[in-house]
């Protein structure tokens, strides 16, 4: 009793200690952006809220956020599209294609975003002379550095189940190819396609490096543009871009955690 006692107490100390070192940090950029002349204030949030006056005041930030959120739908849409077909036609077909599909989906992982960058800066500076210089052409790049984190999520997905059986079922009972792959394969990895579209969105909502290199527009280009005009504003768009990274792994936790519990029961 005494040592359960102990291992209790030490699993708050800990959750205590993390609350607090991740906390922090949010509240103090929550306070930077309350300040005012005479006091506390609310006209920083007022603003964000108000899209038209973001729009007027701030046109680099609002272009910012919708080239995110596109980059990021787009990015979701096209990974699964790229990675959900080919790896149940590997896990049906090509087996022995596993370990080095794997190797492929997790290199980018091995490889820094700046080499990344001069890799694809002769293949963007085409791209803009040929086509057009839109930021959302990063779409391209972007899947590349979900791979890793969406294959993985995926992967588990796919291994849960029984792919082989369940698609030899179907198709003795007519289904076409894509049949069993919207109607039978899908619904049983459903919340593995959650799983890496959130992650997908989480990493391109807070992708920097690339951007900015190749000098395209998103929210994290547009932050930190405008932290060397309007502080508080740029503080406070980062709170709620961290705020919602949060939610979204919070919700991706919550998704695994109602995948397990059904396997269960």
């Known amino acids: 009793m005494n040592r359960r006692r102990k291992q ?20 103090a950029m929550l306070e930077f952006t309350t300040r005012g ?9 007022k603003t964000l809220v108000d899209w038209g006056q973001i729009q007027e005041d701030y046109p680099d930030l609002s272009t910012g956020i919708i080239y995110s959120l596109e980059q990021a739908a787009l990015t979701a849409v096209l990974m699964l599209v790229l990675l959900v ?27 820094p975003a700046i080499v990344l960058v001069v890799g694809l800066a002769p293949v963007y500076a085409w791209v803009t002379y040929l086509i057009s210089g839109s930021s959302l052409w990063l779409t391209f790049a972007y899947v590349i550095l979900v791979l890793p ?45 959650l799983s890496a579209a959130f992650l997908s969105v989480a990493l391109v909502l807070g992708e920097f490096t690339i951007a900015s290199l190749l000098n395209r527009e998103n929210l994290q280009v547009a932050i930190n ?4 005009s309007s502080a508080t504003i740029s503080v406070a768009v980062s709170l709620v871009s961290l705020v919602l990274a949060f939610v979204l792994l919070f919700a991706l936790s919550f998704v695994g955690g109602r995948r397990r519990s059904k396997e269960v029961s």
């Open 8 to 27: 209790s107490l030490f699993r708050w100390v800990v959750l205590v200690v993390l609350g607090v070192f991740f906390l922090l940090p949010l509240y």
């Open 37 to 45: 002349a005479d006091g506390r204030t609310a006209e920083v949030w």
């Open 85 to 111: 077909p080919t790896m149940v036609w590997v896990r049906l077909r090509l087996p022995w294609l596993r370990r080095p599909m794997e190797f492929l989906c997790l290199l980018p992982l091995t490889i």
């Open 149 to 193: 984190f969406a294959y993985r999520a995926l992967d588990a997905g796919l291994a849960a189940i029984d792919v082989k059986t369940l698609s030899e079922a179907a198709r003795s009972l007519g289904a076409g190819w894509g049949t069993v792959l919207w109607r039978v394969v899908l619904p049983n990895i459903r919340s593995a396609v």
């Open 225 to 228: 543009l405008l932290g060397k």
